[in-house]
Structure formats: C-alpha cells, structure tokens
C-alpha cells in the first residue's frame, strides 16, 4: 500500500506537506488496534461491490478517525484516495479514456485545496460526494464534470427550447469542479459535446438533456458581473426552471464564492474580485444568495 500511495502522490502532484500529512494519517491508522482492520474492510468490500460505499459509511471512517486521532476530513480522504485504486480499474473496464479517468480522479485534490482554503485541514469534507464517484456515477470530461441521473426535479414535464424533459428521463447532471482553471465558454462547449458523445456511446441516448442547479445560474450574476464575463456565459447557455433563495442564516453559497466557511461574517468577506464585492455589497444591504437551476439540449 506504501508504494500505491507514493504513485498516486506523484501521480497528482501532491505537496510534500500534504504527503506528509496523509502518511503519518495513514500509519496511525495501521498502528491502531482495530482501526486497519474496519479500514481494510471498507475496502475489501468495495472490490466486492461497487455500491457498497453508500453515505452511511462515513460514520464508520470517522470512527477509525477517532479511535486513531486523526482528523475526519484527513480519514474520509485518505480512505478514498485508497477506494480510488478499485475505482480506477473499473473506469477502465467501462473502456473510458486515459484523460477522462485521469481527470476524474483528480477531483480528490482540488477538493483537498479546497478543504485546505476554507478549514484548513488536510483532507475533504464532502464525504457523500465521493460515493457518486465510487458508485461511477460521475465522470470528470474536459472542464466540467457529468453525473448521470433521472430527472426527478418536477413532477410534471418541463419544456425548454430544445426540447421537454418528463419526470423519470436520464439527464446529465452538470458540476463545476474548483480546479483553478477559468470557466472559458470553449471549455465548456468542448465538454457538452464530448460528454453527449460520450453518453450516447454509453447508453445509446444521442439527444441527452444537461441539467445545473448551481450558484452559477443564480440571476444575481447578471447584475454584478459584466455580460461577457465567463460566469455570465455560462448561464447563457442554459434555459432557468427555478431559482432558489437560500436562507440568510444558512448561506450554502458562501464557501463556493468567496472561499471561506459558510458562518463567517459578512463583514469580514473577502474583496479580492468583482464578484466578492458585489455579493458582499448585496449582503451587507440585507440581500440573499441562492442557486439557479437550469437546463438545455445541445444543439446538433
């Protein structure tokens, strides 16, 4: 296992600090009685089942973070970054491309510069997050990522331009990874076409709608930023449905924004673009944040 993690370190280029941290995490957990054993068989079942990692299985890798002394979030990564060697193996056996597995795996890392930016801790946060990608749920294709599901947002037909989406229809579930990569419309478009090629090869479904409930779709964008801005673009693109307010003393926007816990204080948000002053003077006048939730059918 030491040489599968030093490959994978070197793999995705992880700093030294962080190597650092994920191996003593990783030897704690082997010294302590009964921690390898629980860890080890998290993983032997998911090499017998690909949906045996569910969301329920996060109590039991901060249990191994307890008993070990080891932060949770440094545990749920370290624990995924081993699931990823299976995971990997049976990407390849969907025959997916070098690029796309590559790519799909790297989530784990810009998720840990994330966790690192916003809580300051070596690991991930999201643990239910991960069972789509272990569960092969979602594939990472160029700039964007895609997660295969059912449409189930309303429960009567819902028509855009492009065409009608009926409760119960596959739909490609679109996210947008903080991979510090600028969200260049060419990107995205490159990704549309190459996750409908894709999809249609999979499932033989050639006309796949794409579906994104995101803060990058809240109508709010279009009056701070400017219309050419790559955020506004990117709602461009999509036909909105619905809009959702968040609440103002639970603002789930705020880590995606501006980087930061969600339960700071609005005064002490950052200033450092356009888009933070703007989201923070709208807030400081009793503003909300919320998320657009859209759709569209890429043209032939």
């Given at each position: 296992?030491?040489?599968?993690?030093?490959?994978?370190?070197?793999?995705?280029?992880?700093?030294?600090?962080?190597?650092?941290?994920?191996?003593?995490?990783?030897?704690?957990?082997?010294?302590?009685?009964?921690?390898?054993e629980?860890?080890?068989?998290?993983?032997?079942?998911?090499?017998?089942?690909?949906l045996f990692i569910d969301a329920e299985k996060e109590k039991e890798v901060d249990a191994i973070a307890r008993a070990a002394c080891v932060h949770p979030y440094t545990a749920r990564l370290l624990t995924f970054i081993l699931l990823?060697?299976?995971?990997r193996e049976r990407l390849s056996k969907l025959g997916l491309s070098k690029k796309i597995i590559f790519l799909t795996l790297s989530d784990l890392i810009w998720k840990l510069n994330e966790c690192k930016m916003i809580h300051g801790v070596v690991g991930v946060e999201q643990f239910e997050w991960y069972t789509r990608f272990t569960s092969l749920r979602i594939f990472a294709i160029g700039r964007l990522q895609f997660e295969l599901?059912?449409?189930?947002?309303?429960?009567?037909?819902?028509?855009?331009?492009?065409?009608?989406?009926?409760?119960?229809?596959p739909i490609l579930s679109v996210h947008i990874p903080r991979t510090g990569t600028p969200l260049e419309p060419k990107l995205c478009n490159a990704a549309y076409r190459e996750a409908r090629k894709l999809f249609t090869k999979l499932l033989g479904i050639p006309d796949i709608p794409f579906m994104c409930t995101s803060w990058l779709l809240y109508p709010k964008n279009r009056e701070i930023l400017p219309p050419d801005s790559n955020i506004v673009r990117f709602m461009d693109r999509y036909e909105i449905i619905d809009v959702v307010n968040h609440r103002?003393?639970?603002?789930?926007?705020?880590?995606?924004v501006f980087g930061v816990k969600m339960t700071t204080p609005v005064e002490q948000l950052p200033e450092r673009s356009t888009l933070h002053r703007g989201y923070k003077a709208h807030l400081l006048e009793g503003g909300r944040m919320g998320v657009g939730v859209g759709i569209f059918f890429l043209e032939a």
């Open positions: 296992m030491h040489d599968y993690l030093r490959a994978y370190f070197d793999e995705f280029e992880y700093s030294a600090a962080d190597r650092l941290a994920l191996s003593l995490a990783y030897e704690r957990i082997r010294e302590c009685s009964g921690a390898y629980r860890l080890a068989a998290l993983l032997l079942g998911y090499e017998r089942d690909t990823f060697r299976t995971m599901k059912n449409y189930t947002y309303t429960e009567g037909a819902v028509t855009v331009s492009g065409g009608t989406v009926k409760s119960g229809d103002k003393d639970k603002n789930s926007s705020i880590p995606f």
